[in-house]
């Protein structure tokens, strides 16, 4: 018995560090995991803090109020005019880009052929520049006197009045984020098997039945993708609304941005930001949770 109480006493250590041990595809992902940690968790929970912490201060983790969320939600407050146009110009944006996009990505996918590359680096290539200088190039060709209006009134016409309205406000975050709709639906669109489609084809399928009952379904995965991507960069878009839009409209990054900067009130920013960042959420998780994931994939 003394023998069996030891040998139990002297493995117990050993099944303790087995129990605490690693397994090798952890350890892999142990850096990704950290760097996710120190990158994502890490600032989002510093804003969660002050955004209960006492308005116009510092007091991070020394306090908590709901006065920020108290003023935000005062019928006084006209705050929520930016979140509706914040959210209005991500959905427009990616509705517009779901219709532009889509024949672009099927091109590249099945009928550009060798000039797929150069095509898509023509749509890449606008991102090694900055997205102000990209915006104040389009300000340029529609401003009074520019490049549109000029060219107009060579010919006996006049430019349209665009500039600084909700309308160049939606076309410069089309322009924007067009490469993050296209990529991801391309990639789905390549996932379709060319011999299903051509066997749909032999079989007599109509171009609009196959693309209804088999492309769709199948780059589904990418196409929603792109949209939710497009759809989070949207909401969070600022400078489309300063250089095209001219403050016309006043979008909550805006809010946040002024709250951080000139008012130097952080909790109350913190506040806007954690709001925005539910509310986004929350989306997201809706949108998803109505779609069949099993059946899009395939799976039964």
Request: net charge positive; hydrophobic share 55%.
């Given at each position: ?289 109505k779609l069949d994931l099993d059946r899009i994939l395939g799976r039964r």
């Open positions: 018995m003394a023998d069996a109480s030891r040998l139990a006493v002297g493995a117990s250590p050993a099944r303790t560090r087995a129990a605490f041990r690693l397994s090798r595809g952890a350890l892999c992902s142990l850096p990704v995991g950290l760097t996710l940690l120190l990158g994502f968790v890490a600032p989002l929970a510093t804003v969660a803090a002050y955004a209960f912490a006492t308005p116009k201060s510092f007091d991070v983790f020394r306090s908590f109020t709901l006065t920020n969320f108290a003023s935000i939600f005062d019928p006084a407050n006209t705050v929520w005019q930016s979140f509706v146009w914040s959210l209005g110009l991500a959905v427009l944006t990616v509705v517009a880009l779901a219709v532009v996009a889509y024949p672009i990505a099927w091109g590249l996918a099945r009928s550009f052929g060798r000039w797929s590359g150069f095509i898509s680096v023509l749509f890449v290539f606008p991102l090694f520049v900055s997205e102000n200088v990209r915006l104040y190039g389009w300000t340029l060709f529609f401003l009074k006197n520019g490049v549109l209006d000029g060219t107009l009134k060579l010919v006996g016409g006049a430019g349209p009045e665009v500039l600084y309205t909700p309308g160049a406000i939606l076309f410069g975050m089309v322009y924007v984020y067009l490469p993050f709709m296209l990529f991801p639906m391309t990639l789905g669109l390549a996932m379709v098997p060319k011999d299903l489609v051509e066997a749909a084809r032999d079989l007599g399928a109509s171009r609009l039945l196959i693309w209804r009952e088999i492309e769709l379904p199948l780059a589904t995965p990418g196409v929603l993708i792109g949209m939710l991507l497009t759809f989070v960069l949207a909401v969070g878009a600022v400078a489309e609304s300063k250089v095209l839009g001219g403050q016309s409209v006043i979008v909550i990054t805006h809010d946040i941005e002024i709250a951080f900067t000139y008012a130097q009130n952080w909790p109350l920013g913190s506040a806007l930001a954690l709001l925005l960042t539910v509310i986004v959420g929350a989306l997201s998780l809706a949108a998803l949770a």
